[in-house]
């Protein structure tokens, strides 16, 4: 929880225009209403096709995390580290 905290607080700092926090709470909202995944027979689970295997488990797709991946690709990436030029 603090990595997600401190993570989100820093890539906010340096991309003000993502919606960060937007995203981190619609993660937290479909880890909630989705299946205990520790619980699941993993073995029975995973031959199966992927969209049957989130239909039957309720994983949501991440509607805001996706938004923020194709706006950062559109604008040549995240920044995660503030590049510093020599006269700085």
Same mark, same amino acid.
């Given at each position: 929880?603090?990595?997600?905290?401190?993570?989100?607080? &820093?890539?906010?700092?340096?991309? !003000?225009?993502?919606?960060? /926090?937007?995203? +981190?709470?619609?993660?937290?909202? &479909?880890?909630?209403?989705?299946?205990?995944? !520790?619980g +699941? =027979? /993993?073995?029975?689970?995973? !031959?199966?096709p992927? =969209?049957? +295997?989130?239909?039957?488990?309720? *994983?949501?797709?991440?509607? *805001?995390?996706? =938004?923020? *991946?194709?706006?950062?690709?559109?604008?040549?990436?995240?920044?995660? =580290?503030?590049?510093?030029?020599?006269?700085?």
């Open positions: 929880l603090l990595i997600i905290l401190f993570g989100g607080k &820093h890539v906010n700092k340096l991309n !003000p225009n993502i919606k960060i /926090w937007s995203a +981190v709470r619609e993660g937290f909202r &479909h880890g909630r209403q989705m299946a205990w995944l !520790p +699941v =027979d /993993w073995k029975e689970v995973l !031959p199966r992927i =969209d049957e +295997v989130r239909s039957m488990l309720n *994983i949501q797709t991440p509607e *805001i995390y996706q =938004d923020i *991946i194709k706006t950062m690709q559109s604008q040549g990436g995240i920044l995660f =580290d503030k590049q510093l030029s020599a006269a700085e």
